[in-house]
């Protein structure tokens, strides 16, 4: 059974701040990496995937992978309120195309 | 025009009731998936199809059917509308765009079923 697991939160942080979301997963063959990102009642948009193991940054995101531990990260930086949202991490499998999510972390950024 | 449609947006109906979901996209993607997503479970996957021949179920599909009537169209169907199937439903695809989103996948806009 292949696993993803993230702490639910809420994680609440203040406005201009570093927002950091972990997920661990349990598959070591896993090799496709994915944050998601879900406003209340909407459907996820992807936002960062990641491959390799280090960091990945796009704009204020930054994705960081450690195949080794089994975990990656995201990094919001300058976080804004509407960052405020459920962040879904999904894991795949190379060639699998069925990916296993977490049941993701609700982010709250407050002013 | 948004690429995944889901059709109806929200619907209410009755315990033994069947109703289907549409989906329709026009990315062009061969896999198409349906999902649940129910308040502290995550996405669970109902099924999936990796062509218009290619149909298998998910982790929970039971009480579930589906139908890929063409590449852009997957349908779900619940036979028999029990209130435990009350919850907000995803179609999705993914296909291969280009190398570094292979596996992405694409979500519609959801559909609220509540069965009473």
């Known amino acids: 059974q292949k696993e993803v697991e993230q702490n639910s939160g809420p994680l609440s942080v203040p406005e201009g701040a570093i927002a950091s979301l972990n997920c661990t997963y349990s598959d070591r063959g896993s090799q496709s990496f994915f944050w998601y990102r879900q406003y209340s009642g909407k459907s996820p948009e992807l936002i960062m995937f990641i491959y390799s193991n280090g960091d990945k940054e796009d704009g204020r995101f930054t994705a960081q992978l450690n195949k080794a531990s089994q975990y990656v990260s995201l990094l919001i930086r300058d976080s804004q309120p509407s960052d405020s949202a459920t962040y879904l991490c999904?894991?795949?499998?190379?060639?699998?195309?069925?990916?296993?999510f977490g049941r993701g972390t609700s982010l709250i950024v407050h002013p | 025009d948004a690429d995944v449609t889901q059709t109806p947006r929200n619907r209410i109906t009755k315990t033994g009731k069947r109703i289907m979901l549409e989906c329709s996209q026009t990315k062009g993607h061969d896999r198409m998936y349906w999902y649940r997503q129910d308040p502290g479970l995550g996405l669970r996957l109902i099924y999936y199809?990796?062509?218009?021949?290619?149909?298998n179920k998910g982790e929970i599909s039971d009480g579930y059917s589906v139908s890929r009537q063409a590449q852009a169209k997957f349908s779900l169907s619940l036979e028999s509308a029990i209130p435990n199937q009350t919850a907000l439903y995803f179609c999705?695809?993914?296909?291969?765009?280009?190398?570094?989103?292979?596996?992405?996948?694409?979500f519609g806009p959801g559909t609220r079923l509540l069965v009473l």
């Open positions: 199809s990796f062509d218009v021949k290619d149909i």
């Open positions: 999904a894991v795949s499998s190379g060639g699998s195309y069925i990916p296993t």
């Open positions: 999705a695809t993914s296909g291969e765009e280009r190398e570094g989103l292979r596996e992405t996948q694409y």
